[in-house]
């Protein structure tokens, strides 16, 4: 399984993007997916996940109301809407696959990793 994360870029406080993940799998609809970022000098943060039928989303309170994941089974494409952003969400943004699992905000749950896509918050 190969993921591709995009969309990522510079934008002002307060502004919008939307991350892409694309999934290689032919089975995407069993995989749980989940987004996390890693700013310098910072541990890896979940921000976001959603579990592998569709039906429940997770978000830690430092993002909820303000990010929004998705999945589109047909496309086998994962996304991150983010609103209202901050400075403090500059990092840089992965996306996560995990067969089968729960929604787990551990890192070490999850099995296959994007490359990361930079996320700038500046005026």
């Known amino acids: 399984v190969q993921l591709v994360e995009s969309g990522g870029g510079l934008v002002q406080p307060g502004g919008s993007l939307r991350l892409s993940c694309a999934h290689s799998g032919r089975t995407f609809s069993s995989y749980t997916m989940g987004w996390f970022r890693q700013a310098p000098g910072k541990a890896r943060e979940f921000v976001a996940g959603?579990?592998?039928?569709?039906?429940?989303?997770y978000y830690p309170e430092a993002v909820k109301g303000r990010f929004t994941i998705s999945r589109d089974n047909a496309k086998n494409m994962a996304y991150l809407q983010m609103n209202n952003l901050k400075p403090e969400d500059t990092a840089v943004y992965y996306c996560?696959?995990?067969w089968g699992g729960g929604v787990s905000s551990n890192s070490e749950d999850y099995e296959f990793w994007g490359q990361g896509t930079q996320v700038t918050v500046s005026s």
């Open positions: 996560a696959a995990d």
């Open positions: 959603i579990h592998w039928t569709g039906g429940s989303t």
